[in-house]
């Protein structure tokens, strides 16, 4: 359960506990991410276009805190607290929870790790992982699939996860969120999994989730994700199932999914380049594809600018509430079927 504080008291809390572990010789590191770009949309509903200085295009900024603690015989305890920023304003993101990116802890040890709180859905974590954007600027592939699964969200709140990543290269994930709704377990509760092969230049993960709304509806989406590093170039592909989930309030009911993409090095940079077609399944035949490319320079290893261009061909006319789809980022869900952007980010 989440209650609202000022932010100065949790801030302050959270380097309080950084302190306090650090006496007890556990480890902890503040960390985070400012990201701030030019982005100009266009293509919305009635011919609107907008250009707009905006937080988090790439990927969201960010701040937190992340330690462990060594209990002794392979055991220890982890945690991570980390809220989400609007550079562009000062303000908390999430909408305005304290730590709305991520909070949990758990225990971790040979067999694998066990986390309790909010945390990303396993499906969200595939789909950042083999998407050649990252889920971030104008070619995020969450326009058009899911973010994260069911239910439009990449995040799941009071979650029991346990993960596992073994030496041979096979990977488990599974996670359940109570719904905590009174006589009915079922209400608004979510689950997902993902298990996958992770070795040298192959990549390959599946991956399922779960939502049921407040009234017990379920809604679910399977996605199947590869990517092969061939050296000159990467290649990547994703699949998905879609049955009642949501892409940014509009609702897929039934639709198949698919992205072909390709990231190349080069210099101190890569490129991007993507494109997926929607298949809508439904009577209303709202199908869409996107296609976007763009570019990532490293100045350092914290530092990068970029730039991407992307757009969407709808079948829904522009507004459609069941069938328009919108060039975001990383953060915003985006106004109209065309989006430029260009920006800077920094990790610290």
Known sequence: MTSARPLPCLVALALASAATSSLAQSSVTVYGLVDLGFVRESGGPNGAEASKLTSGVSAGSRLGFRGAEDLGGGLAAVYRLEMGLNADTGTLGQGGRGFGRESWVGLQG??????LGRQYTPVAIVQV???PFGTGLAGDSANLISPGGAGGSNRMDNTVRYALETRQGFTVDLAYGFGEKANDASLSREWGAAIGYVSGPVYVKLGHHNVNDANGKPGSMSLLAAK???GLLTAH????????SSVFGVLNRDSRDVLLGVSVPYGPGRFLASYIRKDDRTLANNDANQWAVGYVHNLSRRTALYVSIARIH???PAGSATGFYRVGNATEQGLGSRAFNVGVRHAF
């Open 110 to 115: 040979d067999w694998g790790r066990v986390l």
């Open 129 to 131: 992982e083999s998407d």
């Open 228 to 230: 092969y590093d061939f």
């Open 237 to 244: 592909f994703n699949y998905a199932i879609n049955k009642g």
């Open 314 to 316: 709808n079948n829904a």
